[in-house]
């Protein structure tokens, strides 16, 4: 079993954020794409999770820069 995910805040705003840019459809597989390009960290940095973020995203055909992650 993998431990559990822990992100602080600020990224999980920014998981939240990518999420709205979905059909509701399609959030529970994004969420967990997400979660699995980060499964070998515990704590992955706020640059880990947007890197994983644009990574899915991209898959899914939808193109965002890094006006995504501002604050």
């Given at each position: 079993m993998k431990p559990p995910l822990s992100l602080s805040d600020r990224s999980l705003r920014?998981?939240?954020?990518?999420?709205?840019m979905l059909p509701v459809s399609q959030r529970g597989t994004y969420l967990q794409s997400v979660a699995n390009r980060l499964a070998d960290q515990q704590q992955?940095?706020?640059?880990?999770?947007?890197?994983a973020i644009v990574?899915?995203?991209?898959?899914?055909?939808?193109?965002?820069g890094?006006?995504?992650?501002?604050?």
């Open positions: 920014a998981v939240i954020k990518a999420a709205e992955p940095s706020l640059a880990d999770v947007q890197a990574f899915v995203l991209n898959t899914r055909g939808i193109a965002v890094g006006d995504l992650f501002a604050a």
